[in-house]
């Protein structure tokens, strides 16, 4: 699979990703369950960033995983640790967001901020697969979904 993401687009979603982060930076303490089903995720390569960006070595990770959506397998509304990038390669994952719809197929890929609102099936009846790349707090430990409103 290729994707081509042009290099000042890449740059461009990791200073939004950064700018989202900063309002996501207490969700760990928001942590709570999310309803899901039929839904699975193979991490593949998880690292702490280092490299040019020197603001960013050693205070986050990039993490990479394979995530899986069995035939009718959903996640609940939840937001997310921090931003990330998703890339559809099989099947058609429906996406809500702030009341917006969408339906992304092989080849789409599609920005999450980490601090919206949004909800995610498989409404088809073959699997759904994509790779999720998240940008986190170098410390962050559990689940990268996070629930919408503190939990009592």
Not at 84 to 92: A, D, F, H, I, W
Not at 130 to 141: A, E, H, N, S, Y
């Given at each position: 699979?290729?994707i081509?993401?042009p290099k000042?687009?890449?740059?461009?979603s990791?200073?939004?990703?950064?700018?989202?982060?900063v309002l996501?930076?207490n969700?760990?303490?928001r942590?709570?369950?999310?309803e899901r089903?039929?839904?699975?995720?193979?991490?593949?390569?998880?690292?702490?960033?280092t490299?040019?960006?020197t603001?960013l070595?050693?205070?986050?990770?990039?993490r990479v995983?394979d995530?899986?959506y069995?035939p009718?397998g959903?996640?609940g509304?939840?937001?997310?640790a921090?931003p990330?990038?998703?890339?559809?390669?099989?099947?058609?994952l429906?996406y809500v967001q702030?009341?917006a719809?969408n339906?992304?197929?092989?080849g789409?890929?599609?920005?999450?901020?980490g601090n919206?609102?949004?909800?995610?099936q498989?409404?088809g009846?073959?699997?759904v697969r994509?790779?999720?790349?998240?940008?986190?707090?170098?410390?962050?430990?559990g689940?990268?979904?996070?629930t919408v409103t503190a939990?009592?």
């Open positions: 699979m290729n081509h993401i000042n687009g890449l740059v461009a990791v200073l939004l990703a950064l700018a989202s982060f996501t930076a969700a760990q303490e942590n709570g369950e999310i089903n039929g839904l699975y995720a193979d991490l593949k390569i998880e690292q702490v960033i490299g040019n960006l603001e070595n050693g205070k986050h990770r990039l995983a995530v899986t069995e009718g959903f996640v509304n939840h937001h997310h921090g990330g990038l998703r890339c559809v390669y099989e099947g058609t429906t702030q009341g719809t339906h992304y197929g092989p789409d890929c599609f920005y999450e901020s919206v609102d949004h909800h995610a498989n409404e009846t073959g699997p994509l790779f999720k790349f998240q940008i986190l707090p170098k410390d962050w430990t689940s990268l979904a996070i939990v009592d």
